[in-house]
């Protein structure tokens, strides 16, 4: 994290890890299905090259709805953040760029799984009672694999 020249050592300390605990409660709450509604500001957007999606019920509802599909397919979902860079853009916006896996693995009897690596790039604002939601997500997909079933003998 880049110092903002307006917040102390101490602060930035601060906003990393409150930014780096909405990420991992982002990725828990995708994966166990469980709305994401709050995690976002009213304000915000979630784009993709799919196009975006405006304000955090509708984020949420997507969400939703990809958790289900992935249900109904036999899947469990797995999400995970690497490289996370974040840069104060001032005292209550934050820039977080990383590197995220997402993973539906398939169960037994279940279709084929899926694996998308991605650019996400997002900004995070700390509210009026310093609370850190999500302003703006945008990702863009880099890698996209079909996972193939494990082969039980290769000879």
């Known amino acids: 994290m880049r110092p903002d020249e307006s917040m102390t050592k101490a602060q930035l300390a601060e906003a990393r890890g ?7 409660e982002f990725t828990y ?9 709050e995690l976002f500001d009213q304000s915000a957007v979630f784009a993709t090259p799919r196009g975006p999606t405006e304000g955090p019920a509708a984020i949420a509802k997507l969400f939703a709805s990809i958790y289900e599909a992935r ?27 990383h590197l995220m896996l997402a993973m539906a693995l398939p169960q037994p009897h279940a279709s084929l799984g899926a694996l998308l690596v991605g650019d996400q790039t997002d ?10 939601r999500f302003l703006k997500r945008t990702l863009t ?11 039980e003998s290769r000879q």
């Not at 409150?18 to 991992?24: F, G, K, M, V």
């Not at 995708?30 to 994401?36: E, L, N, Q």
């Not at 997909?141 to 082969?151: A, G, I, N, V, W």
């Open 123 to 132: 900004v995070v604002v700390r509210d009026t009672s310093g609370i850190y």
């Open 18 to 24: 409150e930014i780096l605990a909405l990420l991992a």
């Open 29 to 37: 709450r995708i994966d166990a299905g469980i709305s994401v509604e």
């Open 71 to 97: 249900k109904s397919e036999g899947h469990i979902s797995r999400h995970g953040n690497m490289n996370v860079r974040i840069v104060a853009i001032d005292e209550k916006h934050f820039e977080v760029r």
């Open 141 to 151: 997909p880099m890698l996209e694999f079909s996972l193939t079933p494990k082969m």
